[in-house]
């Protein structure tokens, strides 16, 4: 896997842990996505491993999250496949949630949790993936693609203004 982005570095590998959970969250709820589009999204993505910046991220899968906080007790029926923060800067994904624990998946491993084990990892946050019909690759690949557009349209933009004011004084006479 590619090495964490300066843009995404709060804590080793946070970068490679956002993929991996984004990627096994979309997995859960049947979203088609893979692996090195995803983690190229979020080595392009500017900005840092927070929260907001996974919601961003999903919206360009065509997915809407539900932010919700509270403790373990209070984890809702539908939080399998929704996302973490973790100590340490890392996301996991909640693959079950029981009496006995937590299913967990962390930076491509599953690990069965206690409900105190997962409270000492987790910060409280959770976010609930929310799938729209559209939802999926080719709904990123397209928002993607006009990201990139806009960027290069702007950067041409940026070049032809100086280019169009040089030739103009080259030519207008004095």
Known sequence: ???????????????????????????????????????????????????????????????????????????????AGSLVPLAGGRYGVVLRTGEAGITLAVDGATRRLTHAEFNALWNGMLLVLKPRADAGEPFAAEQVAAQRWRRARGAALALAVPAVLVVAALVWPP
């Open 1 to 79: 896997m590619a090495s964490p982005s300066p843009r995404w570095s709060t804590g080793p590998g946070t970068a490679d842990s956002a993929a991996a959970a984004i990627a096994r969250a979309l997995r859960v709820h049947g979203v088609a996505a893979t692996q090195a589009y995803i983690t190229q999204a979020v080595h392009e993505y500017p900005g840092q491993a927070t929260p907001a910046a996974m919601v961003e991220l999903l919206q360009l899968w065509g997915v809407d999250t539900v932010p919700m906080a509270g403790s373990v007790d209070e984890l809702p029926a539908d939080a």
